[in-house]
C-alpha cells in the first residue's frame, strides 16, 4: 500500500523511494542534493545520491528558496501536483490551490490573505510554517514555470514572456530562469523541441498525470456530457471554451499519442498571462494530480468494490473548471437526463458573451453570475420554480454570498448552496465532487448509484459511512457500473457535438449582455 507523505517529511521513507526511483511520489516531495546544489524528483534517473548529501522539501518552491536549482534531466518543475492540496480542506491547502490559480498574481498577497480571512502576517506564519517558505516564493516558483513554457513553446520576445509570466521586470526574470534553470532564457529556448513549437497565443503542452491513467475515459465522459456551443467532442478530442481572468480561452485536449498517462492540449489563450491558470484549470478538470495508488489500496480492499477498481485502475472523477459554472449546470440537470441538461444548457448560453470568432462549433463564454442573475430565463424551458432556483443561485455567487473558487472552504460552500431555494443535498454534494474536486463526497439519493449498489448487496445508508477519504472515486465506480455509456468508448468515433435545432417557434432572444474582465 502507498504511504502517503505528510509533514513533516520522513527522511527515511523519501529516500527509499528515490532509491527505487518510485514515480508515485513525483510532486509529494522534493529531492536537493547538497554536493551539487540540485534538486531532483524522486523518480529522477541520475545516480542515486548518498543519504547524508541529500535533504527534502514538499514543493519545489521551498528547494528553490533553499538555494538548490531544477534538475535539467529530470525537470522537477514538470511533475504532477502534490495530491495533497486537493485532499486536505485547511487554510494551507486552500492558499495553495488559489496560488497555483494565479490569485497572487491578479490580487497580490493581500488579496489572498482577504479571500482566506486572515492577515498578511497570519498567512505568512501559517505557509512557512508547514512549507517553508510564503506566499510570494510559492507564486515565484509558479512564475518560472509558467515562464518555462512560453519560452520553450513560443515565438514570445522574452520581454513579453517576462511579463506574461507575472513578472515585474526583465530583470526579475532573467535573475529568476538564471537561480531556477541554471542557465538564460536564451538557452533555454535553444534547448526546446521542435515539437512543442507553437506562435504566440497558441500553446501545445503536454500536461502530465500519475500512472495508471486513462485519458479516453476521461475525455469520453466529459464529452458525454458536452454542452454545444461550450463544449465540443469527437470520439478522440474534447473541446472546450475556458473563462479565464483576462479572456476566454479555448481548449482541446487529447490522449498522449504515445499512451503515456498524460494528455496533449492545444491552447488558444486571448492573454497569455492566463496560461498559469489556464493549465491549472485544465489539470483539476481532467484529475491529473489525483494519486491513484493510495485510492485504488482503498477501494480495492472492499470485496464489492474490488472488482471494479481491477477492471479500471486509476478511474479519475473528472471535474469542471469552473465550480460557479457547474453549480448552474446541476441545478438545470435535476431530475433531467444527460441530453436533457445539455440542451438547457445550451440554450441558457444565449446569456453568455459570444467568442469573437467561432472556433469550429464552440460560440459561447458559459454567463457569469451577474449576467445569469440578470438574465431573462423564460425562453430557456425552465420551470418557475426552476428558474427562481437559477436567479437565487446565480446572484447569490455575484453577490459573493456563496464562494466557489479554488480556495473556497467547501464545507462552507456545501452550507451555502442548501440554502438557496430549491437546492438539496444531491446538488450540493455534485457541486463538490465535480465542482470544486472534493475527493471525498457522496451523493445522497443518487438513482444510479443505488441501482449499482444495490447489485452490489450494499445500501445507500451504509455506503455514505465507507470508502473514506475517497468516496468520490467510488462514485464513479458506481455510476460506469450503472451507465456504461459514459465510460466505454464506442467502436466507431461520435459525431461532433452541434448546436440543437432552430425551435418550431423562435423566442425572443436573451439580452446580449457584455462581458467584462
Same mark, same amino acid.
Given at each position: 500500500m502507498l504511504v502517503v507523505v505528510t509533514l513533516p517529511l520522513d527522511a527515511e521513507r523519501c529516500y527509499r523511494a528515490v532509491a527505487g526511483r518510485d514515480a508515485r511520489f513525483d510532486g509529494w516531495f522534493f529531492t536537493a542534493v547538497r554536493t551539487t546544489g540540485i534538486y531532483c524528483r524522486p523518480s529522477c534517473p541520475a545516480r542515486t545520491p548518498l543519504a547524508r548529501n541529500v535533504s527534502f522539501f514538499s514543493t519545489a518552491a521551498a528547494a528553490q528558496g533553499a538555494g538548490f536549482r531544477a534538475c535539467r534531466r529530470c525537470r522537477p518543475d514538470a511533475v504532477p501536483g502534490s495530491p495533497e492540496w486537493d485532499v486536505r480542506a485547511d487554510v494551507?491547502?486552500?492558499?495553495?490551490?488559489?496560488? $497555483?490559480?494565479?490569485? =497572487?498574481?491578479?490580487?497580490?498577497?493581500?488579496?489572498?490573505?482577504?479571500?482566506? *480571512?486572515? &492577515?498578511?502576517?497570519?498567512?505568512?506564519?501559517?505557509?512557512?510554517?508547514? @512549507?517553508?517558505?510564503?506566499?510570494?516564493?510559492?507564486?515565484?516558483?509558479?512564475?518560472?514555470?509558467? $515562464?518555462?513554457? !512560453?519560452?520553450?513553446?513560443?515565438? @514570445?520576445?522574452?520581454?513579453?514572456?517576462?511579463? $506574461?509570466? *507575472?513578472?515585474?521586470?526583465?530583470?526579475?526574470?532573467n535573475d529568476t530562469v538564471r537561480e531556477v534553470f541554471a542557465t538564460n532564457p536564451t538557452e533555454l529556448r535553444g534547448a526546446r523541441s521542435a515539437a512543442t513549437h507553437g506562435s504566440p497565443g497558441r500553446l501545445t503542452l503536454r500536461l502530465t498525470a500519475r500512472a495508471p491513467y486513462d485519458a479516453g475515459e476521461v475525455l469520453l465522459f466529459l464529452g458525454a456530457h458536452a454542452v454545444p456551443g461550450l463544449e465540443e467532442w469527437d470520439g478522440t478530442t474534447f473541446s472546450r471554451v475556458l473563462d479565464l481572468p483576462h479572456g476566454p480561452a479555448v481548449v482541446h485536449l487529447s490522449?498522449?499519442?504515445?499512451?503515456?498517462?498524460?494528455?496533449?492540449?492545444?491552447?488558444?489563450?486571448?492573454?497569455?498571462?492566463?496560461?498559469?491558470? $489556464?493549465?491549472?484549470?485544465?489539470?483539476?478538470?481532467?484529475?491529473?494530480?489525483?494519486?491513484?495508488? #493510495?485510492?485504488?489500496? =482503498?477501494?480495492?480492499?472492499?470485496? #464489492?468494490?474490488?472488482?471494479?477498481?481491477? &477492471?479500471?485502475?486509476?478511474?479519475?472523477?473528472?471535474?469542471?473548471?469552473?465550480?460557479?459554472?457547474?453549480?448552474?449546470?446541476?441545478?438545470? *440537470?435535476?431530475?433531467?437526463?444527460?441530453?436533457?441538461?445539455?440542451? !438547457?444548457?445550451?440554450? !441558457? !448560453?444565449a446569456a453568455g458573451t459570444p467568442l469573437p470568432e467561432p472556433v469550429g462549433t464552440l460560440t459561447h463564454v458559459f454567463p457569469r453570475a451577474d449576467a445569469l442573475a440578470e438574465a431573462d430565463l423564460t425562453a430557456v424551458g425552465l420551470t418557475g420554480s426552476r428558474r427562481r432556483t437559477v436567479h437565487a443561485l446565480a446572484a447569490a455567487l455575484a453577490a459573493g454570498e456563496i464562494a466557489l473558487d479554488p480556495g473556497a472552504d467547501r464545507d462552507e460552500a456545501g452550507r451555502a448552496l442548501l440554502a438557496v431555494p430549491g437546492i438539496g443535498p444531491w446538488t450540493a454534494a455534485l457541486v463538490g465532487l465535480r465542482g470544486l474536486a472534493d475527493p471525498d463526497v457522496w451523493l445522497p439519493g443518487d438513482l444510479a448509484l443505488r441501482r449499482s449498489l444495490a447489485s452490489l448487496g450494499s445500501s445507500d445508508a451504509e455506503a455514505a459511512t465507507r470508502w473514506r477519504p475517497w468516496r468520490s472515486y467510488a462514485v464513479l465506480h458506481l455510476w460506469a457500473l450503472a451507465v456504461p455509456t459514459l465510460f466505454t468508448r464506442p467502436a466507431t468515433p461520435l459525431p461532433r457535438t452541434a448546436p440543437p435545432p432552430p425551435r418550431p417557434t423562435p423566442p425572443v432572444p436573451l439580452p446580449n449582455l457584455s462581458w467584462s474582465a
Open positions: 494551507v491547502a486552500r492558499a495553495m490551490r488559489l496560488i $497555483a490559480d494565479g490569485e =497572487v498574481e491578479r490580487s497580490g498577497v493581500p488579496g489572498l490573505s482577504a479571500r482566506l *480571512g486572515y &492577515s498578511e502576517r497570519q498567512l505568512h506564519r501559517l505557509l512557512v510554517g508547514e @512549507l517553508g517558505v510564503g506566499p510570494l516564493a510559492l507564486a515565484r516558483a509558479q512564475r518560472a514555470q509558467t $515562464a518555462r513554457l !512560453l519560452i520553450e513553446t513560443t515565438d @514570445l520576445p522574452m520581454a513579453d514572456v517576462a511579463f $506574461a509570466a *507575472g513578472f515585474a521586470s526583465i530583470r526579475q526574470f490522449p498522449a499519442p504515445d499512451g503515456a498517462a498524460a494528455v496533449g492540449a492545444r491552447l488558444q489563450l486571448t492573454e497569455l498571462r492566463d496560461l498559469g491558470a $489556464a493549465v491549472t484549470r485544465c489539470r483539476r478538470m481532467l484529475d491529473l494530480d489525483a494519486d491513484p495508488v #493510495a485510492v485504488d489500496d =482503498v477501494l480495492g480492499a472492499d470485496p #464489492a468494490l474490488a472488482p471494479l477498481v481491477t &477492471s479500471a485502475p486509476g478511474r479519475r472523477v473528472p471535474a469542471s473548471p469552473d465550480a460557479s459554472e457547474l453549480a448552474v449546470r446541476a441545478v438545470l *440537470g435535476q431530475q433531467v437526463s444527460v441530453a436533457g441538461a445539455r440542451t !438547457l444548457t445550451a440554450r !441558457l !448560453l
